[in-house]
């Protein structure tokens, strides 16, 4: 089954702190997406990654950063925690391209909060 | 700088009713509109997805239905149950799915009472 694993389902930090949240997944995608939900916004793309090492900015990356080592792992990290960063971070992974809809396929989320 | 709106933002319907989401693009390059539906405490999932080339999908009670000159598509839940409260998004995809990126709507909280 398919299976995207978030290191933490709670986190609480300190503003300035450099925090990271992790991803895994076990389908061999070559997508991987970072989100953060917040009330009444929806979800919004902060960064994503369509093969190992490569990086695109989504809408909101400001304060953020990633890293993709492997295929299977993807980071997020902020550099320096402020409480507007407060929020639920999602990630999620495809296969490249939505040929035969390929769907993203989510974590259950990890709730961040800086303090 | 938001590209689909969504609405309404919460919704009730009594068991057996029918739930109506819609979503509205600016955007004529989208051309992918999936649906996904996510519980409490979990990620969301996709639940249903069109294509431009078509007005309407049905997969068992829900349906999505398209309408491409008005640039709206809404999520149709027939005979609707308690199971079936969660919160729905709808989304778009803008490049022909070639990085499966989607821009989401803002969400819709279903209840639906017993």
């Known amino acids: 089954d398919v299976k995207v694993t978030q290191s933490s389902r709670y986190l609480v930090k300190r503003t300035g702190e450099k925090v990271f949240l992790e991803c895994v997944q076990d389908m061999d995608h070559e997508n991987m997406f970072w989100y953060r939900q917040d009330p009444g916004l929806g979800l919004r793309l902060i960064y994503f990654s369509y093969d190992v090492k490569m990086k695109e900015k989504g809408d909101i990356p400001e304060g953020y950063s990633v890293s993709r080592e492997k295929k299977e792992r993807f980071s997020l990290i902020l550099e320096s925690a402020s409480t507007n960063q407060t929020s639920m971070y999602l990630c999620?992974?495809?296969?490249?391209?939505?040929?035969?809809?390929?769907?993203?396929?989510f974590g259950d989320g990890t709730r961040l909060s800086i303090l | 700088q938001q590209q689909v709106k969504q609405s309404p933002q919460s919704l009730i319907v009594q068991k057996g009713g029918i739930s109506i989401i819609n979503c509205a693009y600016e955007?004529?390059?989208?051309?992918?509109f999936p649906w996904y539906q996510q519980f409490p405490g979990k990620g969301p999932a996709l639940l249903i997805a069109?294509?431009?080339?078509?007005s309407e999908k049905k997969e068992g009670r829900f349906t999505i239905s398209f309408n491409k000159s008005a640039k709206q598509f809404s999520l149709h839940i027939m005979d609707s149950q308690p199971g079936d409260s969660a919160t729905y998004f709808c989304a778009a995809s803008t490049d022909g799915g070639a990085t499966n990126k989607l821009i989401f709507g803002t969400g819709t909280l279903l209840a639906v009472q017993p």
């Open positions: 069109i294509r431009p080339d078509v």
């Open positions: 955007n004529t390059a989208f051309d992918y």
């Open positions: 999620a992974s495809s296969f490249l391209g939505q040929i035969n809809n390929q769907p993203q396929h």
